[in-house]
């Protein structure tokens, strides 16, 4: 057991964790609704801190990050336990329990991992799989180490975190993915367990923050895939003030799997609302089904990223390093391109 964060004292034997919306109140004994958060002898405890399901070597367009590092390697971490409870999780076996397979890494044994196993010259850190966020005590010390180790950190995640965790972790995150469920607050709290309002918080502070930041969109059969629930999507992140235009925007295919046994989105469906997005935002990708998914330059309209699955062809950019600062340039036109090294 590891000392807890986010805490508060109800009673003497009564706490409440404050890490997310949900605001656990917990006897002694009893763990948070994402099982993984824990009362122990009347303090919060963290029973399964570098308790590890997961550790894959990735592509990093895997993620999905597509304007991040292209064509690099990452290594990836996943744990058990989550604080929403979505129906259709394509992740449930390790999102909704705790009785998985998993190994216990210290912060510095990830480091020592990723530093081995990345062959690219970038080397990056990806916390995903389930939900790292329910575990902030070891991603903020896993952060913290790779950061003086020059490794990038980036994050996959729900992002359904209240803002004073939030503004712990952002400031370590070099990258992000969020996952933008739909955009009706009953939804998010009937069906998911979760808080729109948290997530949407959670993204502006995220590139108020200078936080490299994609978001995905899985399209649920019959809950989230209508037009009108899409275009407030779209809307919301063409309206983000901090290059929300810019933010890509992943809409991915649904399968049946967990609770939910609606018909898997069909190809049709993505590639409508694909088009439909592009209407306001600039980099729209469809997810989970065949297809090119190349990034064009905004400027001359000219391929600067290939891919055919993952293979990526990064022939269409060039990199400047200015004081200091590397950036990635359209070789076609000249033109800064918003893709991040």
Same mark, same amino acid.
């Given at each position: 057991?590891?000392?807890?964060?986010?805490?508060?004292?109800?009673?003497?034997?009564?706490?409440?964790?404050?890490?997310?919306?949900?605001?656990?109140?917990?006897?002694?004994?009893?763990?948070?609704?994402?099982?993984?958060?824990?009362?122990?002898?009347?303090?919060?405890?963290?029973?399964?801190?570098?308790?590890?399901?997961?550790?894959?070597?990735?592509?990093?367009?895997?993620?999905?990050?597509?304007?991040?590092?292209?064509?690099?390697?990452?290594?990836?971490?996943?744990?058990?336990?989550?604080?929403?409870?979505?129906?259709?999780?394509?992740?449930?076996?390790?999102?909704?329990?705790?009785?998985?397979?998993?190994?216990?890494?210290?912060?510095?044994?990830?480091?020592?991992?990723?530093?081995?196993?990345?062959?690219?010259?970038?080397?990056?850190?990806?916390?995903?799989?389930?939900?790292?966020?329910?575990?902030?005590?070891?991603?903020?010390?896993?952060?913290?180490?790779?950061?003086?180790?020059?490794?990038?950190?980036?994050?996959?995640?729900?992002?359904?975190?209240?803002?004073?965790?939030?503004?712990?972790?952002?400031?370590?995150?070099?990258?992000?993915?969020?996952?933008?469920?739909?955009? $009706?607050?009953?939804?998010?709290?009937?069906?998911?367990?979760?808080?729109?309002?948290?997530?949407?918080?959670?993204?502006?502070?995220?590139?108020?923050?200078?936080?490299?930041?994609?978001?995905?969109?899985?399209?649920?059969?019959?809950?989230?895939? $209508?037009?009108?629930?899409?275009?407030?999507?779209?809307?919301?992140?063409?309206?983000?003030?901090?290059?929300?235009?810019?933010?890509?925007?992943?809409?991915?295919?649904?399968?049946?799997?967990?609770?939910?046994?609606?018909?898997?989105? $069909?190809?049709?469906?993505?590639?409508?609302?694909?088009?439909?997005?592009?209407?306001?935002?600039?980099?729209?990708?469809?997810?989970?089904?065949?297809?090119?998914?190349?990034?064009?330059?905004?400027?001359?309209?000219?391929?600067?990223?290939?891919?055919?699955?993952?293979?990526?062809?990064?022939?269409?950019?060039?990199?400047?390093?200015?004081?200091?600062?590397?950036?990635?340039?359209?070789?076609?036109?000249?033109?800064?391109?918003?893709?991040?090294?």
């Amino acid at each position: 057991m590891i000392p807890g964060r986010f805490f508060t004292q109800v009673s003497e034997n009564t706490v409440q964790c404050v890490l997310c919306p949900r605001r656990c109140v917990l006897p002694d004994g009893k763990a948070g609704s994402c099982r993984v958060r824990f009362n122990r002898g009347g303090k919060g405890e963290i029973p399964y801190y570098g308790y590890v399901t997961a550790l894959a070597l990735d592509p990093i367009e895997k993620k999905p990050l597509y304007h991040f590092r292209p064509g690099t390697e990452i290594l990836s971490l996943g744990f058990a336990g989550c604080n929403l409870h979505c129906p259709f999780c394509q992740n449930w076996r390790i999102s909704q329990s705790t009785d998985v397979p998993g190994q216990v890494y210290t912060p510095a044994e990830i480091i020592g991992a990723a530093k081995k196993s990345v062959k690219t010259a970038q080397v990056s850190i990806a916390y995903t799989y389930s939900e790292p966020l329910v575990h902030i005590e070891f991603l903020l010390d896993c952060m913290k180490e790779a950061r003086k180790a020059g490794i990038a950190n980036v994050l996959v995640s729900n992002g359904c975190i209240n803002s004073e965790a939030a503004e712990e972790i952002l400031p370590l995150t070099d990258a992000a993915n969020i996952d933008l469920k739909c955009f $009706s607050e009953e939804t998010y709290k009937k069906v998911l367990g979760g808080d729109l309002g948290a997530v949407t918080s959670f993204i502006r502070m995220a590139l108020e923050k200078g936080v490299h930041l994609e978001l995905t969109t899985l399209l649920v059969t019959g809950l989230n895939d $209508s037009k009108a629930e899409l275009e407030k999507c779209r809307d919301f992140i063409a309206g983000l003030e901090t290059g929300g235009k810019y933010a890509p925007w992943h809409l991915s295919a649904y399968h049946p799997d967990y609770k939910w046994q609606a018909p898997a989105t $069909s190809p049709r469906s993505i590639t409508d609302a694909v088009k439909a997005a592009r209407e306001k935002l600039i980099f729209v990708y469809a997810g989970n089904i065949a297809g090119d998914n190349d990034t064009t330059c905004p400027s001359c309209g000219k391929r600067i990223i290939g891919r055919r699955g993952y293979r990526i062809d990064t022939s269409g950019l060039s990199l400047k390093n200015e004081n200091g600062t590397i950036s990635y340039y359209c070789v076609s036109c000249g033109e800064k391109v918003p893709v991040k090294y």
